[in-house]
């Protein structure tokens, strides 16, 4: 079974500062994928960045990057000078392998409320 | 890029009433979609997998008769709560897409009173 941890219940952050959200996971799996989404008050989830077991490198986009270190696996997602508007639930997910072709389940953490100081 | 609509956004219904979601893609084609609840504050957990012209999956503890899916095309997957009672007050999501990318509805908000 897939379980994927969050050990932090609430981050601070002073605006422009950079976090890092810590996401560790367990698989058998050698085929896998890892996501982080955000989840403002709104209810909706974002997709931020995706991480393939056999990506060669760190995923980024834009200000966000993730910290992949597959063997001991955890990847943290960082986010570069923060913002106001950054203030929000983050959830990190892992896909089970289930082919390239099938749907792609997602086993999320419990979450890493956010909130960026002015 | 691809988007995933719910609708209704938000319902308000009574005891014993049954409530329909429904989760379309708009932009391309889901033959498998899965919907997720959230109550406050906690985390997504998956309800079911719906697969396109065959029977959904359920998670174990997730009450198939009550939580009926139907995915009758490959751009519709609908949620039905039926006989709902106070405690499937929650946010109801569904989301589709590729392995390497999943789009999530908006969600829906049901509140059974």
């Known amino acids: 079974a897939q379980k994927i941890t969050q050990t932090q219940p609430g981050m601070f952050v002073q605006e422009k500062e950079a976090v890092t959200l810590d996401c560790t996971y367990d698989t058998s799996d050698p085929s896998y994928g890892l996501f982080w989404y955000k989840q403002p008050s709104s209810g909706e989830m974002i997709f931020l960045i995706y991480q393939g077991s056999y990506d060669q490198q760190n995923a980024t986009e834009g200000r966000y990057s993730l910290n992949f270190q597959k063997a001991r696996k955890s990847a943290n997602l960082v986010i570069s000078a923060s913002q106001l508007g950054d203030s929000a639930m983050y959830f990190c997910a892992m896909r089970e392998q289930q082919g390239e072709t099938s749907g792609s389940r997602l086993t999320f953490g419990e979450g890493t409320q956010l909130t960026v100081n002015p | ?113």
């Open chain 2, 1 to 113: 890029g691809a988007v995933v609509s719910q609708h209704p956004s938000w319902v308000i219904c009574k005891s014993g009433t049954s409530v329909k979601i429904e989760c379309r893609s708009l932009d391309f084609q889901a033959t498998t979609m899965f919907w997720y609840r959230q109550f406050p504050k906690q985390s997504l957990m998956l309800m079911a997998t719906s697969n396109e012209g065959s029977k959904a999956t359920y998670e174990q503890g997730v009450e198939k008769d009550k939580f009926l899916i139907n995915h009758a095309s490959l751009t519709l997957s609908t949620l039905t709560v039926t006989s709902a009672h106070p405690e499937d007050s929650s946010f109801y999501i569904c989301s589709a897409g590729t392995p390497r990318m999943q789009y999530f509805g908006p969600g829906t908000r049901l509140t059974v009173t």
